[in-house]
């Protein structure tokens, strides 16, 4: 860190201030920047930059390095991949996770199952223990809900994964899940990361709807130091004034992360719109955009559903969206992870260029 | 629930809906609203208004009925007081909450804590199990720094709360806290404020900073119908585009809450300024908004401490701060509950009138 | 108008109001909501709702009828087309308006000029009077650079916009312009709107980056009010909480309007992300959400330039990006209305199907 | 600035940069910062951080010296003091200027006129060249409006000031006012503050709700260079995606100022709020945070009037805010600028302590 000192600094006050370092362990070179003066710290510190810029005669800290973390260290050309059974995110692979808000009756299931999977999505999702903003709705169908998933998901040959939203649901229902969503409001549920963490499965993120990127990153930064590695970033849109849409899609977080990090990024139009006729539009935005996956809600009767009806899209639409994604893939060389085509571990696709360049 | 129909609406068009609404289970009147059709619901469903809208002939859905929920219950004219320990909040009186970020060692608490208290604070607050953005940061003392801060609470004379952020932290710390603060990351932790909730001790909730009031008030619900009414809301700011404060306090829900339900409002503007010297004016102006509280970081050597210095208030500050707050209730004829006058039970203000009529 | 009674609302408080409601000129009907009593407003007013929500016994007012204007008059399936020379934006046609933030040398821009057409640009930008933040930046080059823009334009064969900042402007440069752009920070400046619009020439209306949809078509509403009809709309990001790009692109706002409205919808890569390397994926992303234009800045020497030199594409880089973008056209059955191709006034691409259909 | 150059940049590309600098005409020291190696520019340069940016071998631009600006040369200790004829804003003084929305009949502005001088307001406000949102709304009275509050303002002895919305206004209609306000959405229309500017006259500057504290401070800058520092700026709350107010007041920007700059700050709670009975509260909240005065719309009945009915404060409401905000000044040791008490020039209050210390 380089603390700039005020312009009026004079030699005795420098002379302090050198003193006052010392007295914190930290060891510093003075520097002249033009007319000003400044120290420069030489000596590692735990000491946050505010605390440095209280100390007498500073009238600003400039940060001189970046934070380098275990996140910005996945980066790599071209990107890496992240396997959920059959199903594959980055390094070239798109892959769609489609299903209902939350898991009613088995037949139900079962039916979207075959309907999305037919339609090219990779992976099922459902929610179970739901994150309800009210505790009058519907809380969710709990561990008997999941076994009907886990049922429904081997019968039809499609990976699934589900939030959870307690530390102490890992032990319970941590075996039966392909995969694990965290989703948005549990962000920086960092009890909670930590223990899901230590399952070693598949780890979907999601961006909270009031998060900067940066927290977004530290928050995966908890998994990745829990020894986890097997990250997949969700963006859901994020609170906005606007009216049009429950939440505004952040379709630029999908290029700026690329550029700097190798974990793959998944985005869902379906919360972000909050409205099933926008998804199409956005689910194509994002791919066009380089996302490395996608989530979308899906129902065949929206409006029998114990929540988010409006946002469910019909089967019907949804093979009318993969049919122009899988042409727009081709255009970026990369492949769709569907669950027709299992795709075995070397089946790489064959030339794949990262989409935002 | 009035549904609005499409205004071309035809006579069988009518029907089939009356027959969609009969097959959900569903009664309704048709009714007329000037050139419009409409149908009104005349029985009670579970089903969300976007279910609804999707039904063929629907143009759009009014709500008709506020969800009337256990927090609005709670109004009544004057407000009502939750107390902890000694500390009183609502219903005429303002406590002060202070006390250092994180609890490091025993000496620098005590001294924190006799300074907030001849300041005129009525309770103590600090952390031990700490919500850090980045893992790498400091996570906090624990459970050895919570005894710490239990002796100093009770050495000096002032309750003291802590924020909690894992369910499983209630058995085993629950008892040793005189009340637990939600910090504004976990407002939606819902498994957490359920396990909180029943240990039966006051709950301070605090706004998250991307979340609408909507949202925290249904987050307050999820405590109230667990069956724990000693709940105190507090607000530290909002996300915005604006640099010039690390968070936008938004003071403007202090009348909007006050004049709907009566939980006590706190205000936290050591949070939401992120610059300590922003800390008086805000302060004054919750109370002067009619906040019902404040919770604000002092210490007396920021410049040594391991988080979020820049916020802290020094003493010298606090006491002039305060000084200026017992003026201001006395314009409200409001009362500090402070520590210096530990309030007996029957010790009411004499006439607690709304700060914000 | 429906105004909804208190629920209490007894028949004498119901006879009042019925009377305050005549003494104001209007006449109501009395219905029966469920248990509630309503009057649904039978004459047509002038009256804010916030105003009738004042009268006595009145606790809301549901909105019947939404704002008809003349902007959702425009509305028709496939779009309509909006011509500026030989450029066409709309009814299947996607048109890029490339070229620098600011006008400097007449050889510079010519140079720019040929690079952008080259590329597939269909029509040139460049700013003469500037709006800049600060009072101390380079104000533009005026009325000289735009005589300078306005013989490169014939030289080129590429028509042009620039911004237009004070309504004294339209008649001593109104002649020189193909067509006039309102740049954001002027979206409600309602008498520049209006004497541009006398101009009859085409018009691009930005959305200001802390404006809503509905104040957007507002804006827009006031430039047909004045007989102009010629109007695109280009979104180009709204303020946000967000620091890894300067304003967050609101691609979902493209298919919104593109449902509700005729008006083309462009979309500004450049000033949203303000940084060149996020402009190809997030130009792809607009135009895979069906966006009929884009507006880039390009230039081929950026770090010379004297203003947002971040945000300048390089030629090499928007080469690259209008192949892409041509075969993303292909999908949907749009066409690219570039420079090279000057249409003719039928020349209509053979099946314009709506990009987010 | 300081260019910070990329951590493995070689000897031949510092020489690079230096000869690309040298290019530029620029002028820099190289310096080592720790393990980094920087150049310090030390010329004057016009080219901004971002053109620098650019450069082969930088990292990052580092400013080094804040701009200095004219407005920020208004600083002074205790703050300045702002005349428009008897009102006075800043210095110790805190004015209140209410009135109508809009300007209707000449006996109602009379009748409200009086009521606020009575309140303890210093002048009147009032809209004749009104912004609204739709073309379709009332746009205001126009000249005669203006000339109907001229005579009602000569009447009752209260200077007046109203909303200039074109710079061709100034001509026709500046002779008439005592002051001009720059309404929030021309904040940025740089021809119209330049105008209004060299009228002479006091300005109130409001805060885009779309405006950093930068841009707005930018914009007071723009009528400072043009010659007029009667400057004072009005807050009235920020765009956000909270719905209980319809814009967020920002009581922070209060005490932010005051400690940078001397041009006085008022608070406008009724267009923050949007709702009358928020409006006490908020105006408490804004003097007790130390700001110069207070714009509150205000109208003895408001279901009769055409717009903005939903925030007018009756009159009763007014005068009993009056009579607290008084008590409040006098814990600031400051005075309220009322129209009762016309204050001669050399009226100073008798020890004007900042609000905010």
Redesign the interface.
């Known amino acids: 860190m380089?603390l700039?000192l005020q312009s009026d600094a004079s030699a005795p006050q420098r002379s302090r201030l050198q003193a006052a370092l010392s007295a914190?362990g930290l060891s510093a070179?003075a520097?002249?920047?033009?007319e000003?003066h400044a120290m420069?710290?030489?000596s590692p510190t735990?000491?946050?930059a505010?605390?440095?810029?209280?100390?007498e005669g500073v009238e600003r800290v400039?940060p001189?390095e970046q934070?380098t973390?275990l996140v910005s260290e996945t980066f790599r050309e071209g990107g890496t991949t992240v396997s959920m059974g059959t199903a594959r995110f980055g390094g070239g692979w798109m892959g769609l996770i489609a299903g209902p808000c939350t898991v009613e009756s088995e037949e139900a299931l079962e039916q979207i199952a075959r309907l999305v999977k037919e339609a090219g999505a990779c992976a099922l999702r459902g929610g179970v223990f739901k994150?309800?903003?009210?505790?009058?709705s519907?809380q969710g169908g709990g561990l008997d809900a999941l076994q009907r998933m886990h049922r429904v998901s081997r019968r039809v040959g499609l990976p699934f994964l589900t939030e959870f939203?307690?530390?102490?649901q890992v032990s319970v229902a941590g075996e039966l899940v392909d995969g694990v969503q965290i989703g948005a409001?549990?962000m920086?549920?960092?009890?909670l990361l930590t223990e899901v963490a230590a399952l070693g499965k598949p780890i979907m993120l999601k961006r909270?709807?009031?998060?900067?990127?940066?927290?977004w990153l530290?928050a995966a930064?908890?998994i990745l130091?829990a020894g986890n590695e097997q990250v997949v970033l969700c963006e859901r849109g994020?609170?906005?004034?606007?009216?049009?849409?429950r939440f505004?899609?952040?379709?630029?977080?999908?290029?700026?992360l690329k550029?700097r990090i190798g974990l793959p990024v998944l985005v869902d139009p379906s919360h972000?719109?909050g409205d099933w006729?926008?998804v199409?539009?956005?689910a194509?935005?994002?791919?066009?955009?380089?996302a490395d996956g996608l989530l979308i809600e899906a129902h065949p009767a929206?409006?029998?559903?114990?929540?988010?009806?409006?946002q469910a899209l019909p089967p019907a639409d949804l093979r009318a969206l993969m049919t122009?994604v899988r042409?727009?893939l081709k255009?970026d060389g990369r492949r769709l992870s569907d669950g027709a085509l299992a795709p075995s571990a070397d089946d790489q696709p064959s030339s794949p260029r990262a989409?935002?360049?």
């Open positions: 380089i700039l914190l070179d520097v002249r920047l033009g000003r420069v710290l030489t735990d000491l946050p505010d605390s440095l810029a209280r100390l400039l001189l934070r973390s994150v309800r903003t009210s505790p009058h519907y939203t307690d530390p102490r409001r549990h920086q549920n960092f009890p909270h709807m009031g998060a900067g990127v940066d927290e530290s930064e908890y130091k994020v609170r906005s004034p606007d009216r049009h849409v505004l899609l952040d379709v630029s977080v999908v290029p700026y550029s972000a719109a006729r926008l199409p539009a956005l194509k935005a994002a791919v066009a955009a380089g929206p409006e029998s559903t114990r929540c988010d009806a409006s122009y042409e727009l255009l989409a935002s360049a």
